[in-house]
T-cell receptor, first 115, second 112 residues
Framework: KAGVTQTPRYLIKTRGQQVTLSCSPISGHRSVSWYQQTPGQGLQFLFEYFSETQRNKGNFPGRFSGRQFSNSRSEMNVSTLELGDSALYLC??????????????FGEGSRLTVL | SQELEQSPQSLIVQEGKNLTINCTSSKTLYGLYWYKQKYGEGLIFLMMLQKGGEEKSHEKITAKLDEKKQQSSLHITASQPSHAGIYLCGAGSLDSNYQLIWGAGTKLIIKP
């Protein structure tokens, strides 16, 4: 059974650019959640999607957006990049999501560096 | 808002020694998850605890949830180099049905 796949694994952007990250969940999983991880702030929740609907959003500015497709694959986009957006972005999938989700399966992450 | 506090922030342990990591919440925990992360990689699920007083073990790792469901501990017996990494606790948020909150993590280093 294939795990959660995130692409790209590494990327470097400059301030003001935008970036799109992709996440392919485990087959059959309908929930995809996104997290930002930095040394200073730890693991911060960005948003969660279930069956193409955003069910919850963390405390991030509108520059951070996402979507989920009918095959459960998800993308997140960050526009007008700032230096502080440099982080490891993690995607996690599960069958039902939510706070009673059971095991979350994480991808390896996309490491974004903003120069 | 609900927060999870992990202690210690970092830990250096001689190989073969035992260690304990704690995760504390100011509010009742709605499910408690333990994950392990190698630097710069994704998180690997270790255990999930739901009931007060529950205890689970896997190989040399034991996790417990106290009766009041406000504190969990992760205990590693006879530590090995493979145990090195960052340990994170997560819990269902009381403020949202669709969110997990996370502790800041405990960095574990095993000295040979």
């Amino acid at each position: 059974k294939a795990g959660v796949t995130q692409t790209p694994r590494y990327l470097i952007k400059t301030r003001g650019q935008q970036v799109t990250l992709s996440c392919s969940p485990i087959s059959g999983h309908r929930s995809v959640s996104w997290y930002q991880q930095t040394p200073g702030q730890g693991l911060q929740f960005l948003f969660e999607y279930f069956s193409e609907t955003q069910r919850n959003k963390g405390n991030f500015p509108g520059r951070f957006s996402g979507r989920q497709f009918s095959n459960s694959r998800s993308e997140m986009n960050v526009s007008t990049l700032e230096l502080g957006d440099s982080a490891l972005y993690l995607c996690a999938s599960s069958l039902i999501g939510g706070r009673n989700t059971g095991e979350l399966f994480f991808g390896e992450g996309s490491r974004l560096t903003v120069l | 808002s609900q927060e999870l506090e992990q202690s210690p922030q970092s830990l250096i342990v001689q190989e073969g020694k035992n260690l304990t990591i704690n995760c504390t919440s100011s509010k009742t925990l709605y499910g408690l998850y333990w994950y392990k992360q190698k630097y710069g990689e994704g998180l690997i699920f270790l255990m999930m605890l739901q009931k007060g007083g529950e205890e689970k073990s896997h190989e040399k790792i034991t996790a417990k949830l106290d009766e009041k469901k406000q504190q969990s501990s992760l205990h590693i017996t006879a530590s090995q180099p493979s145990h090195a990494g960052i340990y994170l606790c997560g819990a269902g948020s009381l403020d949202s049905n669709y969110q997990l909150i996370w502790g800041a993590g405990t960095k574990l280093i095993i000295k040979p």
